[in-house]
T-cell receptor, first 114, second 116 residues
Framework: KAGVTQTPRYLIKTRGQQVTLSCSPISGHRSVSWYQQTPGQGLQFLFEYFSETQRNKGNFPGRFSGRQFSNSRSEMNVSTLELGDSALYLC?????????????FGPGTRLTVT | AQSVTQLGSHVSVSEGALVLLRCNYSSSVPPYLFWYVQYPNQGLQLLLKYTSAATLVKGINGFEAEFKKSETSFHLTKPSAHMSDAAEYFCAVSEEGSGNTGKLIFGQGTTLQVKP
């Protein structure tokens, strides 16, 4: 079974621009979560989508948004990029069963804002 | 609110020595706890998880962790370190103890260095 895939793997953007990152979960997984990883703040939860609905949201400004499609693929969007948005963005998927504890992470998208 | 504290941002051991990475959690409900490993330029890989069954949990690559409620700890150990264990390790707790949400709260991470 293929793992979680994220595209693109690397991205360079300029301040003020917007960016869209994509995540394809493991086949059959309906929950997709996004995390931001920076050296200063560590790993922080952005949001979770389940069956095309946002189920959880972290403490990030409204510039960060996401969505999920009917095939469970998810995208996150960051508008009006700031230098501090430079980070590794990780996507994780999990099943929706009662014993669905494990999250499986993708390799991440490295975003650099200049 | 739940939180995780990893004691020691950097741990160095010799090859063949015991590995001990410390994790303490704060939770008002029974937690679900996880250890993940991250190699350079890669995502996170699940090493092991505690989900209220056995308190001693065995994971991949020879790692294990023991859940101690009285100490609110979930330390990760490995009897004998290999060079390939050099990576960053993250302890995480599932919010609200449900385990079924997608929100994980992570510790700050511990970089493990293995010396030959």
């Amino acid at each position: 079974k293929a793992g979680v895939t994220q595209t693109p793997r690397y991205l360079i953007k300029t301040r003020g621009q917007q960016v869209t990152l994509s995540c394809s979960p493991i086949s059959g997984h309906r929950s997709v979560s996004w995390y931001q990883q920076t050296p200063g703040q560590g790993l922080q939860f952005l949001f979770e989508y389940f069956s095309e609905t946002q189920r959880n949201k972290g403490n990030f400004p409204g510039r960060f948004s996401g969505r999920q499609f009917s095939n469970s693929r998810s995208e996150m969007n960051v508008s009006t990029l700031e230098l501090g948005d430079s980070a590794l963005y990780l996507c994780a998927s999990k099943t929706s069963g009662r014993s669905s504890y494990e999250q499986y992470f993708g390799p991440g998208t490295r975003l650099t804002v200049t | 609110a739940q939180s995780v504290t990893q004691l020691g941002s950097h741990v160095s051991v010799s090859e063949g020595a015991l590995v001990l990475l410390r994790c303490n959690y704060s939770s008002s409900v029974p937690p679900y706890l996880f250890w993940y490993v991250q190699y350079p330029n890669q995502g996170l890989q699940l090493l092991l998880k505690y989900t209220s069954a056995a308190t001693l949990v065995k994971g991949i690559n020879g790692f294990e962790a023991e859940f101690k409620k009285s100490e609110t700890s979930f330390h990760l150990t490995k009897p004998s370190a290999h060079m390939s264990d050099a990576a960053e390790y993250f302890c995480a707790v599932s919010e609200e103890g449900s385990g079924n949400t997608g929100k994980l709260i992570f510790g700050q991470g511990t970089t493990l260095q293995v010396k030959p």
